[in-house]
């Protein structure tokens, strides 16, 4: 989430196109439902990982993974649970989020 100075990433997305999607994102999505205390911050992302991963939206977890990561999780715990997930979320869609996880992790460190 981006700072009052900064548009958030919602925002640079898709501005006056779509603003109540911007809104429910920050405000409602980060503003308050990450913020919860039930789940800390890393588990959310590790919830957030799984979901991306079974349901093969492989597009968002550019930004989960890193997320992830600034929220405590290592690479290789999130590289595990990508794995665990090969065997309950089907071969391809881990695979499928095991490359984002590579070009993340390994492709961007320049």
Do not use: C
């Not at 958030?8 to 205390?37: C, H, I, N, Y």
């Amino acid at each position: 989430m981006a700072d009052n100075n900064e548009p958030s990433g919602a925002e640079r997305m898709f501005g006056d196109f779509a603003p109540a999607l911007v809104r429910f994102t920050d405000d409602v999505l980060f503003g308050q439902v990450w913020k919860r205390a039930e789940l800390s911050p890393k588990d959310r992302s590790l919830v957030t990982i799984a979901s991306l991963t079974t349901s093969g939206n492989t597009e968002q977890l550019v930004y989960h993974l890193g997320l992830a990561k600034r929220n405590g999780a290592s690479e290789e715990e999130l590289i595990e649970a990508i794995t665990h997930l090969a065997f309950y979320a089907g071969w391809p869609k881990a695979m499928s989020a095991m490359a984002v996880a590579k070009q993340v992790f390994h492709d961007n460190q320049d």
